[in-house]
């Protein structure tokens, strides 16, 4: 068996993979380690999103946090960003958000944060797993349960102080995924003076991510020409992700809003150490735009917890992912779908621009992307003639392309991605390697 944790936590089948009886031995192994280190008895502050399975889940997790001592703070439905920053909050030891974010509503997913609120170190995690074959079965003491009272208010509060401008006028369409933001996400721009049209914020426990929301922009983007908006948001399931659509239907992912979100604030001095922190998955274009604008460009492996460590390793107070995953750690300890479509909306508000003008601030370069399956993920890439077939590439493209080759987490596969200055050129060359690839 692999390791539980993933990038993003426990997830699985929810009834299948995900169980009740695995949430619960999660719940008293969390405070089993918790309590090893420091917190004689943890409170948890708990949030999901409104999957069906959500609920037993949650009945099981609590229940066995409250059989080994711990405490609950109940928070019901709300976006995973709200729970890291209620956790802080409101004091608790920790934050644990039920849900499995983009994934379809039969998923499920269990995750923890810090008293801090940033997502557990893997060693943490590692200890939880290990704790999990040895729990205690009885607490001496039970732990309560009781309502997260106006913390939400207080984060929605916080998120309006993080606009740069208010949004009067502008007409913005929101697809919110039938997920944990259907409520609060269009109130919150609302709040802000936006006129706004919500889509999909009629979960049923069922209908999560189903054709909509951040995985299918092209539904906010149509909704966006069709209504005559100015701007379209799509989040994810639990709203730790937004991609924008700009007046004319065209996407804006998270390298975009990176790339704009860099410039201004390294223009107005706030851009701590001119850096700023995404992943081996980000376009070349933001690349070569933070580089004309003085602007250093760090690159992490996949997956925004990584993202926020090496943002806490050198102090930058921006980063994030091209799926949407936008960090502004001077307002979050994690990802932020709702303060992202704040930030993003109110700086085109501040400088009377339109979304798509601010996109422009990076041009994309045609990605392609071929994924081969192989016998073994690991040595398939180091193979000689791999390598070989890499440095061709790289050496044909020169500083107009890049190429990057990912073996799966999860699948015997070899992910080979080229960027280049046109589509026919990226798929040439990533199909060249991938073919090397298969044969070897």
Known sequence: MGRLFGTDGVRGVAGTEL??????????AAVTVL?????????????????????????????????????????????????????VDLGASAGVVISASHNPAEDNGIKFFSRDGMKLPDPIEDEIEAALADVPVDAATPGGAGPAGDAMERYLAHLVSAALA???????????????????????????????????????GVNINDGCGALHPDVVAEAVGRLGADAGVSHDGDADRALFASADG??????????????????????????????????????????EHGITLARTRVGDRYVVEEME????????????????????????????????????AQRGVTVGELASAMRRYPQVMVNVRVQDRDAASIEPAVAAAVREAERALGDTGRVLLRPSGTEPIVRVMVEAETRDEA????????DVVSAA
Request: hydrophobic content about 45%; glycine content about 12%.
């Open 250 to 291: 065209a996407v804006i992912d998270g390298d975009h809003v990176l790339a704009a979100s860099a410039i201004a604030l390294h223009e107005a001095g706030e851009l701590s150490g001119d850096t700023v922190v995404a992943t081996v998955m980000s376009n070349i274009g933001l690349e070569h735009a933070m580089r």
């Open 35 to 87: 309590g090893r280190h420091g917190a004689d008895r943890p409170s948890f502050v708990v949030g999901r999103d409104p999957r069906a399975s959500g609920v037993w889940l949650e009945d099981a997790l609590t229940g066995g946090i409250r059989a080994a001592g711990g405490d609950v703070i109940l928070a019901g439905v709300e976006p995973t960003p709200a729970i890291a920053f209620m956790t």
């Open 166 to 204: 208010p949004l009067d006028g502008m007409r913005v369409v929101i697809d919110c995924a039938n997920g944990s933001a259907s409520a609060v996400a269009p109130a919150l721009l609302e709040r802000l003076g936006a006129d706004v049209t919500a889509l999909n914020a009629e979960p049923d």
């Open 427 to 434: 798929d040439r060359h990533a199909r060249a390697i991938a």
């Open 313 to 348: 390793r050198t102090g930058a107070v921006l980063g994030g992912e091209q799926s949407g995953h936008v960090i502004f750690r001077r307002y979050a300890t994690t990802g932020d779908g709702l303060l992202t479509a704040v930030r993003f909306l109110s700086l085109a």
């Open 19 to 28: 169980t009740a009886e695995l949430a619960s031995g999660l719940g008293r």
